[in-house]
């Protein structure tokens, strides 16, 4: 975490500030009242007959919180019969008594979870995240307070959970021996608390932070969107506060791995320095409103789709059931549109049909003549996509994606279970140009590995692949693409002339933010440059997301195993189709970039030396 900054400095003063002694191990709870959803008081004198009381700190729209509730409801079934009472308890202003009622029904929670709508109980335990766990033992002493387990945290899930904090200290308590872990720091979300809006301060919601968020977050943070919560109100905002400083300090939202201070990138989403001091500055003062007719309009985004009206839609031919869990292989669904000619695509986008389960989606061709999808088409033939942090295909005025005539569209589909049965029926929509007026088409390349092996154990591994290009070449946008176990990633342009520059870094890779780093200008690839994609994995169990650190990894396209492919957005600098006949020509000029098989790595003459192939670099780094 980079907890650095004055605003994290000020973050810290402000919490601080309501640790007054409550809530640490060995303090007695002297009771309290709250009421649950349904309106129902329950007291925590209520439980005076009871063993132990677990009383669980619960957000309705935090991911960590919501991720341990089916858990939680098993562990009171489980300990029920032992005497143990489990009662939830929500602090958060934006968390609804419908919402509540829902959280319980859907992870079939029997215990109660009342509503502390003025956080005095949050106080008295000062309990700062969701989810956050505190065991009472029978005369109401506290005797644990923290994580539920190490299962989840923050991006990461891990198939079970290797430590058992908080049924280890009910056992400890049943048992009247003392609890052999007291105190493990909750994870998740900040509760946010209630007692502030002061008008103090020239900084206001509806002056300010109201059009930061606008421009900043709402993308995703709305209704129907990808984030699971919305923060288009003031009372969404001021209620996320302290979790907003937060995430944007360690650079978890918006998200952006790449490190600064290489490339720019038109799509670049981080929050500028200035923005982030006023809303640290806001927070300071206590979330003042402010004057209402300062609020901005509120922004609007086209209904459904993000690209202008598709020209085609496709969808998946039938609904597809998926699993309440386990893990579902990637979909293939195959649509044929019926092209009777080449369509020039120049913006493009999928939506997903059940975003609760659609992890992500692409949609790319498959010309006439080939029978099956090959894994490289969704990274070489896409078209169309959607996941977390994909932004739509819109191309730049005179640039267009080809798709041949009588090519069959095909979906790939990667379903997350959520732990209920779900059904997807997902589709995409396609933008067409004027062919007469597409002067460069627009095609993605690749450098690709497909020979590296990632030995278990092992949290360095090096990998390189790299390629030369053949013409003069205007690259546009750079994806690294890695799976679970990728741990960074750099793409280095090597030019004739001897010199080297990085173009991107993105030093810590997460497979669950997959951006398109599109360049801000146009990078001409003279040709002889080669484009050098450095990688590194962490196959060793220090990497929470590693599916299984005891196996041995190579290239798939399953997320267990491993793919390390850099992928680039390019046209040929001197194209221009409207001066051509653009058809015929361009079957030798596609062959120039692309994949190249794994027989001719190394030995193609277009390659300026062997790549580096699963080479193992020193533990650490
Ligand atoms: C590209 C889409 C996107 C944008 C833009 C975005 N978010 Fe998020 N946000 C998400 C998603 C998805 C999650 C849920 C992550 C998860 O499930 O772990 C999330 C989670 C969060 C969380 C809670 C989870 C955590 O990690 O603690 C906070 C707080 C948050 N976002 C704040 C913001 C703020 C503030 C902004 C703008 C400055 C922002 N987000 C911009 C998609 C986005």
Redesign the pocket.
Known sequence: MTASGTSWLMMSVLFAATANGAGSIGQRIDGFTLKDSLGTAHSLSDWKDRKAVAVIFLGTE??LAKQYGSKLAELSRRYKSKGVEFVGIDSNQQDSLAAITHFGRVNHIEFPILKDAANQVADKFDAARTPEAFVLDASGTIRYRGKIDDQFG??YARPSASRHFLADALDDVLAAKAVRTATVAAIG?RIGRVNRHAEKGSVTYSNQIARI?QS??V???RAGQ???FT?TSFKDVSA?AE??ME??DNQ????WNADPKYGEFSND?R?PAAEKQLIAEWIENGCPEGDRSQLPPPVTFAEGWRIPKPDLIVKMPKAFKIPATGIVDYQYFIVDPGLKHDVWVKAAEGKPGNRSIVHHMVLSYMPPGQKEPDPTDPLLKAVASSG??IPALITPEGYARRIPAGSKLVFQMHYTPNGTEQTDQSEAGLVFADPTTVKKEMQIGAVINFQFVLPPGFDNVLCTAEDKFEKDTLLYALIPHMHLRGKSFRFVAAYPNGKTEILLDVPKYDFNWQNIFQLSKARLMPKGSVLRCIAHFDNSENNLVNPDPSKFVHFGEQTFDEMMVGMYYYALADQNLTLSKPVEKKSDRRAVQGVRPASAIGSGRSVLSAPVVGRVAAHGS
């Open positions: 935090c991911p923050v991006g979300c968020v900043r977050c993308e995703c943070h990808i984030a699971p923060l996320w979790n907003m995430v944007i978890r939202m918006p998200p989403s929050v977390p942090g």
